[in-house]
C-alpha cells in the first residue's frame, strides 16, 4: 500500500513535466495545425536560462589566496561574486542559492521572446505547407538551437541546485500514518507539482474565461470563420506561441534542480512528449495533461521491483505499450477531436 | 526496354551511370591535396550512399506514394542486420542466405507492425510505428541482450558454429562475409597521377542491389499498384466510396517499404558484421524521414539524393578539425587566419550537427520540394539560357517522377 | 583472388610502380610490399583519434581530444615532453615514432557503436590511419576494437571500463589501459568495509546494458564477499532522465547503503536524485544510510555538484597524484590548457605513448610487432606506479584508485580526494576469471 502510494506521488511529478510540455506542444497543434519538433529545444532552452542567471549572478572577480595553491602549484585564484561586493557575503550567497526561482522573473520574457521570433520568423511561413515540411524545418531549428547551446555550455551536465530551504525530504508517510521512512518525499519535487497545477490552471482560466482565450478557442475550431468576422488571428496565434513557448520555458527552469540541465534533454524529452500529446488526443488540451500524469504514474509503477521481477523489460517499455494499447482501443487518443491531423 | 517509360529510362540510366563511376565523380580532388578531405570516394562512405539509398526508396514507397508517415522504419533495418548477422554466425559467411533471411524477418515484422498500425492514420499511425520502433530498441539493448548483444552489439566470434562453412576454415581469425568466396571488402585501386581510385567489392554488390531496387521502385510508381496507393494519398474516402478497401494496398505498401529496410540493414551487415541496437532508434528512424524530405518525398531519385547528402555530412564534415583549417587558411596572414578559422570552426568537426540542421532549414524554406526541386531550378535555368525561348513564366516544377 | 583490401595512402607511396598505369587498374596485392594494412610509408605516420564529439559524453571526448594533441606534440618533439622525460622506458626520442613525424585525424563516435566504425572505417580506408585509439564507453570500444582485428590495425581503447572489453570480447590487435568493473570492485570493498563495516545490506540501481551488468556483478561479489548482504538489484533504463521512482523504493527495502552503477549523466541525475530524496541524512538500522557510486568521471561528476560530497568510488588516475609522471603531465597539460587533465585524457595520453613506444622498440608499425612488444611490458613513470600489460587479455595492472568527493573544494576541478591507492597485487585476478570467461584473443592480424 504504502509503496503503491509512494509511486503515485512520484508519478504524479513525473507526470507534471509531461504534462507541461504535451500542454505547450497541444496549444502549438491545436491552435496552429504545426508540428513542432523544436518543442523539446524550449524546454531545454528554459533550462538554459536558469544556467545563464545563476552564471550572472555569479559574475566573479579574481582574488589572489596565497596560502593555498593551484594544482599547478601557482598561487590559488578565488573567484568572488560581484554580488558579495555589493550586498555583503550573507545576502550576496542568498540571492545566489535564489537562482532557479529567480530565473522565472528572467525566463518569462525571454522565453515569450524567443516564442514570438520563431513564429515571425519562421513558423508563419508553414502554416499552409505539409506536415513533413513543418517537421524538417522545426527539427533543424532545434539541432541549431542545441548546438549553440553546447558550444557555449559545454555537453557535461551542469548543477543548479535548488534553494538550500527546499533541499532534503519530509516524511510524507509520517503525516499520514505510516511507519517513517517509507514515504518520503523531496521539497523541491511538491514545489515543482505545485507549479505545475498553478501554470496548468493559469493556461485554462485563460482560454476559458477572457476573450482572448474565446478567440483563440474559436480559431482551434474554425479558423477561417474567425478570419471572416474580421478578426486577426494571426496576431493572436503570434500570442499563443510565444504563450507555449513561455510555458515550456518554465518547465524547463523549474525541472533544473531535479535533473542538472543538459544541451540534449530537450530532445529526450521531445520523443515523449509526442506519445503524451497524441495519446491525450490531438487537439484536446485536458487530453494532454491527463494523458501526461497517466504515463508518468504508469511508469512509475512500471519501475517498481516486483513488478520488473515480474516482466523483465517492462520498465524499458511501459509507455510505448500503454500508447499503443490507448491509440488501439481509443481510435482518436484519449480526449482527441475527430480530423484533427487524422491524414 | 526494361519495361519502362522514355523517361524513367533514362533517369534508370543516369542513376546506373552515376553508381558505377560514383569512385570517379566521389574522388574529384587529388591525393594529399588540401581539398581530398572532401573526397567521399572510399569503400565505407560509397557503400553507406547505397545502402540508405535503398532505405530511403523504400521509405519513399510508403511514404512518398501513400503519405503514411512512419515514424519507426529504423526497426526493420535493426531486424535485417540481427538477422544477416546471426546467419553470418550459425550458417555460412556467405551474404546470400543472410540476405534472404533479413528480408523474410523483416518483411514479418512489418506485416505484423503494419497490421496494428495501419488501423489508424495520420499522426495516430506515426506515433504508432515510433511505440513499436522504441520498443523494439529498448528491449534489444537491454533484456535481449543475450540475442542481441546489447550495448556492444550482435558480433561475430571465432567459435561461431557457422555450420556450412565448416570448422577451421578460420583458424585464429574470424573470416570475413563474402559472395560465394569474393570478399566484401577487397578492393582494387587505380592510380592515375596524383589521383587514386578505388573500387570495391562490396560497393559494387550494393550499387547492383541498390540499382535493382531503384528499378523495382520504378514499375511499382507506375503500376496499377502505384496509383492505387497514390488514390490513397489524395482521398482515402473516395477510394472507400467507390467501393475499394484501402487497407491491404497500404499494408503491402508497408510491407515492401520494411523488406527494403530489411535489406539495407542486412547489406550493412554484409558490408561490416555487426548489428548495434542504435540502428533501431528513433533518431535512426527520423533520418530517414528527414533523407526522404530532404531530397524530396514522392520523388523517385529524391531520397537517394537526401541519403548521399546526410551521410556526406556525417561522415566528411565531422573529421575535419582545427589542425585541417589551419591547414587550409596557412596562406593567409596570421590574425587573418585565426580570425576566418575561428569564424568556420563551430560549423565543422563537432559542430557538424549544426551545419545539418543550417541545411534542414535552408532546404525546406528555400527548396520546397527538396533537393530535386533545387536540381530542377537549375536545369531549367540551364535550359532557359540555351534555348532562349524565355517566355518570361517562372521555371515549372514537375514531379520528378 | 588474393587478399588486397589496401587503402591508398600505402599505396600512394608504393604507387611509384603503378603510377605510370594510366589504363591499367593496378591491382596490389599488399603481400609482396608491406606486409600489413597502411604500413605508413614517407615520413609520416597518421593515427586515428576517433572520440565522442556529439551526445552525451561529448565533453569527456574534448578532453581525450586535448591529450591526444599533446602527446603528438610529445612525440614530434615540441613542448616539454610530458611524461615521456618519466616513461621508463626510454625507445622514444621525440623525433616522431621510428622518425616518422606523427600526424593525426579525427573522428565522432557519437557514443554509437555504428557510427564508431564508420568514422574508424573512415580513417582506415581513407586517411590510412595505422592505429585507431580513443572512445568513452565499452559499446563503442568493443566495437570498434573488433573492426581494427578485422581490418589489421590496432586499437588502443580509451575510456572503456567494462569487463567484457579484455573478457569475453577481446582481441589479438586491442588493448587496454584503463581499469575495469572487476576491479572497481576488488578495490573498493575493503575500503567500504572499513569505513561503512561489513554488516551492511546494499541495494543496487543498475544502467540495463552489458556495463551495468558487469559493475553490478563485480561490486556485488566482491562486496559480499566482505560481508555485505544485497537485499535487491533493479535495473534502470538507459538515459533514464528522472530516477525518483527508483531511488524512492529504497527505504523501504531495509537496506542501509545504495550502489548506483552508473556513469557519466546517469550518475549525475541518480546521485542527484538520491541526495534529493534525503536518503543520507537517514538512520537504518542503526546505520547512516550511505550511497557509493563505482566507478567516478571527475568531469561529469561536476554535474552533480555538491551532492558528490563524502561519496565513495573508484578512478583509474586523478590529477592530484604526486608521482613523477603525474605531475609531468598535468603540468604539461595545464600549462598548455589552463586546467587539469581528466582520467579520459590520462588513459589517451599514455595509451598513445605506449603504442609508440611499442613501435620503436619492435622496429616496425606492423600490427604483430606492436602487440609483441606490447604483450607482457612492464612500465612505470606513467602515474599509476609499476605497471604490467598482460599478455593473456591485453589488460593493464596496475594500482587502482580508491577516492571520495571531496568536503571543501578549492576550485572547480577539486572534486574529488584520494582516500586509497589499492596495490595492484589486490586486484589482479586469472584471466579465466569468471567474469571474464568466454570469447579468445585469437591472432593478431596485420591484414592486407
Redesign the interface.
Known amino acids: 500500500m ?2 503503491i502510494l ?2 503515485v ?3 504524479l ?2 507526470g507534471s ?1 509531461y504534462a507541461l510540455i504535451a500542454l505547450g506542444l497541444t496549444l502549438i497543434f491545436g491552435t496552429l495545425g504545426v508540428v513542432n519538433f523544436a518543442h523539446g529545444a524550449l524546454f531545454m532552452i528554459g533550462a538554459f536560462c536558469a544556467v545563464t542567471l545563476s552564471r550572472l549572478l555569479t559574475l566573479s572577480h579574481e582574488v589572489i589566496d596565497e596560502t ?1 595553491t ?3 602549484g601557482n598561487p ?1 585564484k578565488v573567484d568572488v561574486p560581484y554580488l558579495y561586493d555589493i550586498f555583503g557575503e550573507t545576502a550576496g550567497a542568498a540571492i545566489i542559492d535564489w537562482a532557479v526561482p529567480l530565473s522565472i522573473l528572467f525566463a518569462i520574457p525571454v522565453m515569450i521572446l524567443i516564442g514570438v521570433v520563431m513564429e515571425r520568423g519562421l513558423i508563419k511561413h508553414f502554416y499552409k505547407r505539409p506536415h513533413a515540411d513543418q517537421i524538417l524545418v522545426t527539427f533543424g531549428l532545434a539541432i541549431v538551437l542545441q548546438e549553440i547551446i ?1 558550444y557555449y555550455y ?6 543548479t ?1 535548488a534553494p538550500a530551504a527546499f ?3 519530509f516524511d510524507f508517510g509520517a503525516l499520514i500514518g505510516f511507519e517513517p ?2 514515504i ?3 521539497y ?2 511538491l514545489v515543482y507539482f505545485a507549479f505545475a497545477a498553478l501554470i496548468i490552471g493559469a493556461v485554462f482560466a485563460f482560454l476559458q474565461f477572457t476573450t482572448f482565450g474565446m478567440v483563440v478557442r474559436a480559431g482551434m475550431a474554425d479558423r477561417e470563420t474567425v478570419g471572416l468576422l474580421g478578426i486577426n488571428i494571426d496576431k493572436r496565434f503570434t500570442i499563443m506561441f510565444g504563450l507555449a513557448a513561455a510555458v515550456a520555458g518554465l518547465a524547463g527552469v523549474m525541472y533544473t ?4 540541465p ?1 544541451y ?2 530537450g530532445m ?2 521531445l520523443v515523449l512528449s509526442f506519445v503524451v500529446v497524441v495519446v491525450g488526443g490531438m487537439g484536446s488540451l485536458p487530453g494532454a495533461v491527463l494523458a501526461g500524469f497517466l504515463l508518468g504514474i504508469l ?2 509503477f512500471a ?3 516486483e513488478v ?1 521481477d515480474l516482466i523483465p523489460g517492462i ?2 517499455v511501459i509507455i510505448y505499450l500503454v500508447a499503443i494499447i490507448i491509440l488501439l482501443t481509443r481510435p482518436r487518443g484519449l480526449m482527441g477531436r475527430k480530423g484533427v491531423m487524422e491524414d | 526496354m526494361f519495361g519502362l517509360e522514355k523517361k524513367d529510362r533514362s533517369l534508370l540510366i543516369l542513376v546506373a551511370l552515376l553508381t558505377i563511376f560514383a569512385p570517379f565523380i566521389l574522388n574529384p580532388f587529388p ?2 591535396s588540401a581539398m581530398a578531405q572532401f ?1 567521399a570516394g ?4 560509397m557503400q ?1 550512399f547505397v545502402i540508405f539509398g535503398i532505405f530511403a526508396i523504400g521509405f519513399n514507397i510508403l511514404f512518398g506514394l501513400t503519405g503514411y508517415l512512419s515514424f519507426g522504419h529504423a526497426a526493420f533495418l535493426g531486424v535485417g542486420s540481427y538477422a544477416a548477422v546471426w546467419m553470418f554466425k550459425l550458417l555460412s559467411m556467405n551474404v546470400v542466405p543472410a540476405i534472404v533471411l533479413a528480408v523474410v524477418m523483416s518483411g514479418l515484422f512489418a506485416l505484423l507492425i503494419g497490421y496494428i498500425s495501419l488501423r489508424r492514420s495520420g499522426i495516430y499511425f506515426s506515433i504508432l510505428t515510433l511505440a513499436f520502433a522504441q520498443m523494439m530498441f ?1 528491449l534489444a ?3 535481449l ?1 543475450p540475442i542481441t548483444g ?4 550482435l ?5 561461431d558454429p557457422r555450420i556450412l562453412d565448416g570448422a577451421g576454415a578460420s ?4 573470416p ?1 562475409p563474402s559472395l560465394f ?3 566484401m ?9 596524383s589521383w ?1 581510385f ?2 570495391n567489392i562490396g560497393y559494387y554488390f550494393c550499387a547492383v542491389i541498390m540499382l535493382l531496387a531503384f528499378y523495382l521502385s520504378i514499375r511499382i510508381f507506375r503500376s496499377p499498384f502505384g496509383m492505387m496507393l497514390r488514390a490513397i494519398k489524395s482521398n482515402q474516402q473516395r477510394l472507400n466510396y467507390t467501393g475499394l478497401n484501402p487497407k491491404p494496398y497500404t499494408l503491402a505498401a508497408f510491407v515492401i517499404s520494411g523488406m527494403y529496410a530489411g535489406l539495407a540493414g542486412a547489406l550493412m551487415a554484409s558490408m ?1 558484421p ?1 548489428a ?1 541496437a ?2 533501431m532508434f528513433w533518431t535512426a528512424s527520423g533520418e530517414v524521414v528527414l533523407m526522404t524530405i530532404l531530397g524530396g518525398a514522392g520523388t523517385l531519385i529524391g531520397p537517394v539524393l537526401g541519403a548521399g547528402m546526410i551521410k556526406y555530412m ?2 566528411i564534415i ?2 575535419i ?1 582545427s ?1 585541417i583549417l589551419h591547414g587550409w587558411f596557412a596562406f593567409l596572414p596570421d590574425g587573418l587566419e585565426d580570425f576566418v578559422v575561428t569564424i568556420i570552426y563551430p560549423f565543422i ?2 559542430g ?2 549544426l551545419t545539418l540542421g543550417l541545411i534542414f532549414m535552408a532546404v525546406v524554406i528555400f527548396l520546397p520540394g527538396g533537393l530535386v526541386e533545387g536540381g530542377q531550378r537549375l536545369a531549367a535555368l540551364f535550359r532557359r539560357k540555351k534555348t532562349s525561348t524565355d517566355d518570361g513564366s517562372p521555371a515549372k516544377t514537375e514531379p520528378a517522377e | ?1 588474393s ?7 600505402g ?2 607511396k608504393t ?1 611509384a610502380v ?2 605510370a ?2 589504363a591499367l ?4 596485392s599488399a603481400a609482396g610490399h608491406t606486409g600489413f594494412t597502411n604500413a605508413p610509408e614517407g615520413n609520416t605516420v597518421t593515427l586515428g583519434f576517433n572520440v565522442p ?10 578532453d581525450e581530444l586535448r591529450a591526444y594533441e599533446l602527446a603528438v606534440e610529445h612525440l614530434n618533439g615540441e613542448g616539454d615532453g610530458g611524461m615521456m622525460g618519466t616513461f621508463s622506458s626510454k625507445a622514444l626520442q621525440g623525433n616522431g615514432i621510428l622518425g616518422k613525424k606523427v600526424e ?5 563516435t557519437q557514443t ?4 564508431a ?3 574508424a ?2 580513417m582506415i ?2 586517411d590510412g590511419a595505422v592505429m585507431i585509439t580513443g572512445g568513452s ?3 563503442v570500444a ?2 570498434v576494437q ?2 581494427c ?2 581490418a589489421g590495425i590496432i586499437f588502443m581503447a580509451g575510456l572503456t571500463h ?1 569487463n ?1 572489453t579484455t573478457g569475453k ?1 577481446k582481441r589479438a590487435n586491442g588493448f587496454r589501459h584503463f581499469f575495469n568493473s572487476y576491479m572497481s570492485g576488488a578495490a573498493l570493498a575493503p575500503v567500504l568495509a572499513n569505513a561503512y563495516g561489513t554488516d551492511r545490506k546494499a541495494y543496487h540501481l543498475t544502467a ?4 551495468g ?1 558487469t559493475t553490478e556483478e563485480a561490486i556485488r561479489s566482491s562486496t559480499e564477499a566482505m560481508g555485505w548482504e544485497t537485499v ?1 538489484a ?6 533514464q ?2 530516477f ?3 531511488i ?2 529504497v ?3 531495509g537496506a542501509d547503503t545504495l550502489v548506483l552503477n552508473h556513469y557519466g ?1 546517469d550518475m ?2 541518480s546521485l ?2 538520491a541526495v ?3 536518503l543520507r ?2 538512520q ?1 538500522n542503526g546505520k547512516n544510510f550511505e550511497i557509493v557510486v563505482p566507478l567516478y568521471s571527475r ?2 561528476a ?6 558528490v560530497k563524502g561519496i565513495f568510488g573508484s578512478t583509474n588516475w586523478h ?2 597524484l604526486q608521482d613523477e609522471g603525474s605531475k609531468a603531465f ?2 604539461s597539460f ?2 598548455k590548457y589552463g ?2 587533465p581528466s582520467q579520459a585524457a590520462h588513459t589517451c595520453y599514455v595509451q598513445t605513448l605506449l603504442y609508440a613506444d611499442a613501435v620503436e622498440r619492435a622496429g616496425s608499425f606492423a600490427p604483430c610487432a606492436v602487440v609483441e612488444a606490447l604483450e607482457g611490458f612492464e612500465f612505470d613513470g606513467m602515474g599509476n606506479g609499476p605497471t604490467l600489460y598482460r599478455a593473456e587479455d591485453h589488460q593493464c595492472f596496475k594500482d587502482v584508485l580508491v577516492v571520495k568527493g571531496k568536503e571543501n573544494p ?2 572547480e ?2 572534486i574529488l580526494e584520494i582516500v586509497e591507492i589499492t596495490p595492484v597485487a589486490q586486484v589482479t585476478y586469472e584471466p579465466d576469471h569468471p567474469q571474464f570467461a568466454g ?2 584473443l ?2 593478431c ?1 596485420n591484414g592486407a
Open positions: 504504502d509503496a509512494l509511486q506521488l512520484n508519478g511529478d513525473k513535466a593555498r593551484d594544482f599547478l590559488l553546447k559545454g555537453a557535461n551536465p551542469i548543477p541546485p533541499t532534503g525530504s521512512n517509507t518520503i518525499y523531496p523541491w519535487r534542480p531535479i535533473n542538472s543538459n540534449h534533454m529526450d524529452f511508469e512509475s519501475s517498481m521491483r520488473i520498465n524499458q | 591525393e594529399g573526397n572510399y569503400p565505407d562512405l553507406r529498448a539493448y537491454s533484456v541482450t546489447g550495448e556492444t552489439g558480433q561475430l566470434a571465432l567459435d583458424a585464429g581469425n574470424i570475413v568466396g569474393l570478399e571488402r577487397d578492393s582494387a585501386d587505380l592510380v592515375l597521377g587514386v578505388t573500387f561490416d555487426l548495434g542504435e540502428r556525417e561522415n565531422s573529421k578539425n589542425d568537426g563537432k557538424w550537427h | 583472388m587478399k588486397s583490401n589496401l587503402t591508398r595512402r599505396l600512394l604507387g603503378a603510377g598505369g594510366v587498374p593496378t591491382y596490389l564529439q556529439s551526445g552525451p559524453y561529448a565533453d569527456e571526448g574534448a593525426y585525424v579525427t573522428g565522432d554509437k557503436s555504428d557510427a566504425r564508420a568514422s572505417k573512415s580506408e581513407k564507453s565499452s559499446g568493443v566495437a573488433a573492426l582485428q578485422e567494462s567484457d570480447d540495463d546494458y552489458n556495463w551488468y535487491a533493479v535495473k534502470t533504463p538507459l538515459a532522465g528522472d525518483s521512482s527508483y524512492a523504493p527505504l523501504q527495502s549523466g549525475v541525475n542527484t536524485n534529493q530524496f534525503g541524512d537517514k537504518v568531469l561529469m561536476k554535474g552533480a555538484g555538491a551532492n590529477w592530484s598535468v603540468k595545464g600549462t586546467f587539469p578549492t576550485s576541478f577539486d570469447g579468445a585469437g591472432d592480424n
